[in-house]
């Protein structure tokens, strides 16, 4: 067992970025919910305006937890750094030290390994979210966040979340990697466990099936 946030973190990201990604792998190792704001490239769109405006710098990965305090005492810890946030997401949610083997982790935890193997998984899917969709309507930002059912490795989950980043769509993840008690809670919900799985509260849809996820994304949040 371990720490559960009682709000859900927030992440400034895109796809592509090996720094994000090993930060979205220790999210999904230590199942933990977050919402993700879609940054192209880190130079792209409202969020990536909005993360300037709020510290100065257009730097992804970025980390809000709004659970717990900082040197500050306003109750809201901000970071940058994939090193350092893994760090703190390993000590704050993670089980006692004397539960696990830390070495277990060295895929995300060793740096250089890390980013070479993220860098050319990205370079093969032809950078994912790197760029926002030129398309995409112009008010996706503002939409509440969709939420999606899935975890960081399955093939049938990614297309859907680089349709969602491409088009600049505030989305929280419910992490759902075997072991994941958010497995039951699904089953409960619909019936059946199958991810990805999308709840799109800006228009009521719920749907299984990757495919015509991305279809329908395609659909609703771009211009004709």
Known sequence: KAPRPSKALILYEYDAS???KRVRECINILDLTVEYRPCPGARQGYFSQQMYESTGRRTVPYLIDPNNNNNNGDGVVQMFESDDQIQYLLDTYGPDKDQYDSKALWPITLTPFAILTSTLAALLRDMPA????????????????LQLWGYECSPFVKPVREKLGSLCLPHQIISCARGSANRDILFQKTGRFQVPYLVDPNT?????????????LESVYTTK
């Open 18 to 20: 090996p720094f994000c």
């Open 204 to 216: 009521g849809i719920e749907m299984f099936e990757g495919p015509e996820m991305v279809e329908y």
């Open 130 to 145: 790197s760029q926002r969709q030129p398309n995409a309507r112009p008010d996706n930002e503002q939409m509440k966040p």
